[in-house]
């Protein structure tokens, strides 16, 4: 069982860069992959990234390819997006997951069965 609570949400302007972190509570944080989606008004949410339970291979969505970068810190329990060069674009909840099972990895959003409540980014421009 995980839960997963985002923060680091907020207001910006196109250009700017802002972090979003997720803690995670479950002593078996680290045996799950995770990632981020995102859904913005009126849309279906998206795939963002991906990393693996160990960190060791990550993949992105071609919209946020060389923007964004996913991390994470088995260590501390937490799952983080820096997003760079944000665009209007950009703006919609944000969401991290883990996935259903154990050291899977996927870009599917039906793949993650655990959710995060979800952190408003908004990009002005």
């Known amino acids: 069982q995980v839960q997963l609570v985002e923060s680091g949400g907020g207001l910006v302007q196109a250009g700017d860069s802002l972090r979003l972190s997720c803690s995670a509570s479950g002593r078996t944080f680290n045996t799950y992959g995770t990632g981020w989606f995102r859904q913005a008004p009126g849309k279906e949410r998206e795939f963002v990234a991906a990393?693996?339970?160990?960190?060791?291979?990550?993949t992105y969505a071609d919209s946020v390819k060389s923007r964004f970068t996913i991390s994470r810190d088995n260590t501390k329990n937490t799952l983080s997006l820096q997003m760079n060069s944000l665009k209007t674009e950009d703006t919609a909840v944000y969401y991290c997951?883990?996935?259903?099972?154990?050291?899977?990895?996927?870009?599917?959003?039906?793949?993650?069965?655990?959710w995060g409540q979800g952190t408003q980014v908004t990009v002005s421009s």
């Open positions: 990393i693996t339970w160990s960190g060791s291979t990550t």
């Open positions: 997951a883990a996935t259903s099972i154990t050291y899977a990895f996927s870009v599917r959003r039906e793949a993650y069965g655990y």
